[in-house]
């Protein structure tokens, strides 16, 4: 099975991207986790204003088959979050890169991105 990895953003081995421009970073996770986690039916996400460090748990997502926390990929403070997918937690499976995104961060420090995974390096990964 292939999946998609875009090549406008960063990955973490935990399966989350960073797609960053100007000073923040949009956050989700990869369709390699969506299609391992399985139909998503519930996902905590902290509230605007709060702080995540890299590496750091920010949130978890429920789905039919287990419980899967969430790690930062890169420090900030959480200017935005994707109040959709608290109604509608299926968008995180259907588009996971675009209307499943979660959270939007205020980088804290933008060399942080330089630890993360290419796309290629994240695609060896999950091969």
Same mark, same amino acid.
């Given at each position: 099975?292939?999946?998609?990895?875009?090549?406008?953003?960063?990955?973490?081995?935990?399966?989350?991207?960073?797609?960053?421009?100007?000073?923040?970073?949009?956050?989700?996770?990869?369709?390699?986790?969506?299609?391992?986690?399985?139909?998503?039916?519930?996902? *905590?996400?902290?509230?605007?204003?709060?702080?995540?460090?890299?590496?750091?748990?920010?949130?978890?997502?429920?789905?039919?088959?287990?419980?899967?926390?969430?790690?930062?990929?890169?420090?900030?403070?959480?200017?935005?979050?994707? *109040?959709?997918?608290?109604?509608?937690?299926? +968008?995180?499976?259907?588009?996971?890169?675009? *209307?499943?995104?979660?959270? *939007?961060?205020?980088?804290?420090?933008?060399?942080?991105?330089?630890? +993360?995974?290419?796309?290629?390096?994240?695609?060896?990964?999950?091969?």
């Amino acid at each position: 099975m292939t999946f998609d990895i875009p090549d406008d953003r960063k990955y973490q081995e935990s399966h989350e991207w960073a797609r960053s421009a100007d000073g923040t970073a949009k956050i989700g996770i990869t369709d390699f986790a969506q299609d391992e986690l399985g139909d998503i039916v519930f996902v *905590e996400l902290p509230a605007v204003g709060d702080d995540v460090s890299q590496g750091a748990e920010f949130g978890v997502v429920e789905s039919i088959k287990a419980v899967s926390d969430l790690y930062a990929p890169v420090s900030g403070t959480v200017t935005a979050v994707n *109040e959709q997918v608290f109604d509608a937690p299926e +968008l995180v499976n259907d588009d996971p890169y675009g *209307e499943g995104w979660m959270l *939007e961060l205020e980088l804290a420090d933008e060399s942080e991105l330089d630890s +993360l995974l290419t796309p290629e390096a994240y695609a060896d990964q999950i091969a």
